[in-house]
């Protein structure tokens, strides 16, 4: 299954030509698959070009898909590149309800202390209690508990 789903990333259309590629390459659905492939990755089931997807996901991150950018915003958190944290902070710092959360998350299972400060910087900037508490609530969830090679 996971062959297949790398061919959806690599658009291996002469092998499949019964997919529906335009919905394959949507944004939403192409950043999905990333995510798959990202994970998969870090559990040992595929070797991938990782910065190929984190390519990916920070340009979908730029464009104005909000639920892709969302979607885009967890891969950067299961790729765990520490480049992306300040990224990931001042995403969750514009407080968008459709990508707060997102962000948070992705910092929360960051690997490097710079995802942990700057959750640490949201606890005391985000403006509403709810996104505070959210970022409190996530914090104590995922931070005990991430898997970190």
Not at 4 to 16: G, I, K, S
Not at 93 to 120: K, M, W
Request: glycine share 4%; with cysteine.
């Amino acid at each position: 299954m996971l062959m297949f789903v790398v061919q959806l990333w690599r658009n291996d259309q002469r092998q499949h030509s019964d997919v529906p590629w335009n919905i394959v390459n949507s944004e939403l659905i192409r950043i999905e698959v990333a995510n798959v492939l990202a994970q998969a990755s870090n559990n040992g089931f595929v070797k991938i070009d990782r910065e190929e997807l984190r390519e990916y996901a920070r340009h979908v991150i730029s464009g104005s898909n909000e639920r892709a950018k969302s979607e885009a915003v967890l891969t950067l958190g299961v790729i765990n590149n520490p480049g992306d944290v300040k990224l990931l902070k001042d995403i969750a710092l514009l407080e968008n309800p459709q990508t707060f959360r997102a962000a948070v998350i992705a910092l929360a299972a960051s690997c490097h202390p710079s995802g942990e400060a700057a959750l640490a910087e949201l606890r005391t900037k985000a403006r509403g209690r709810e996104n505070r508490e959210f970022v409190q609530m996530k914090s104590s969830e995922l931070l005990p508990h991430k898997h970190c090679p």
